[in-house]
């Protein structure tokens, strides 16, 4: 199983552009990598899915370098209402067992005014 | 469009009684799946229904649990007899794709507190 590695906070301010990296060194060849967002008293929101290179969408950008052993999350002008917890997760997006869908501590993002 | 429910969103309840966690899925979506956040901890799988039968419920943690899933609907998570261990905060996910990696939808969670 991929195990993965994030900072367990971060503090930004209102408008600044957020990275969050995460690490998976043992990735395997089918493995793919996706990040939630979980608020408080909240279950967490998928936000972005990749496998490699870059992945854009209207919340969020995912960057993959090309040995895929870790992957950034890029958030653009964030808000206040961006303070969340943010899951990086790897696994097999088709063949993958449930079981292994591991959340891990995620990491703390505090967005300040 | 809806999305998945999670009913009730508080429960309190005195070790040894009885509770019944209940989870409407989104619309068409065949997978379901149970998870709980123990003590703070991390988010933990439990088990894993595609349409009305058991695809995985090794996340289970003892025979107290039963899950199940009427029809290829809703489902249920009962905890008989409840332990104080069991306090934390049960979620429920959704999708349609073929595998758990795919886009889940979740619910807002069941916040159990056995007291």
């Known amino acids: 199983l991929a195990k993965t590695t994030q900072p367990i906070s971060m503090d930004s301010y209102e408008g600044q552009e957020v990275n969050i990296t995460c690490s998976h060194n043992n990735i395997a060849t089918n493995d793919y990598i996706t990040w939630y967002q979980q608020f408080p008293s909240q279950g967490p929101r998928f936000i972005i899915q990749?496998?490699?290179t870059k992945v854009t969408n209207e919340v969020a950008s995912l960057f993959i370098p090309a040995d895929r052993k870790s992957s950034t999350l890029s958030l653009p002008r964030v808000s206040l209402s961006d303070t969340a917890v943010y899951y990086c997760?790897?696994?097999?997006?088709?063949?993958?067992?449930?079981?292994?869908?591991?959340f891990g501590s995620g990491t703390q993002l505090t967005v300040l005014p | 469009e809806a999305g998945v429910t999670q009913f009730p969103s508080h429960s309190v309840i005195e070790k040894g009684q009885t509770v019944t966690l209940r989870c409407d899925p989104i619309s068409g979506h065949d997978n379901l799946y149970w998870y709980r956040r123990v003590m703070g901890k991390e988010i933990k799988f439990l088990l894993h229904f595609v349409k009305e039968s058991k695809q995985d419920e090794s996340g289970m943690p003892n025979n107290r649990f039963l899950a199940e899933r009427t029809g290829g609907t809703y489902s249920t998570l009962k905890v008989q007899p409840a332990e104080l261990e069991d306090s934390g905060v049960y979620f429920c996910a959704s999708s349609s794709g073929t595998g758990p990696y795919e886009k889940l939808f979740f619910g807002s969670g069941t916040q159990l507190s056995v007291l």
């Open positions: 997760l790897v696994g097999d997006v088709f063949s993958g067992s449930a079981r292994q869908l591991t």
């Open positions: 990749g496998y490699k």
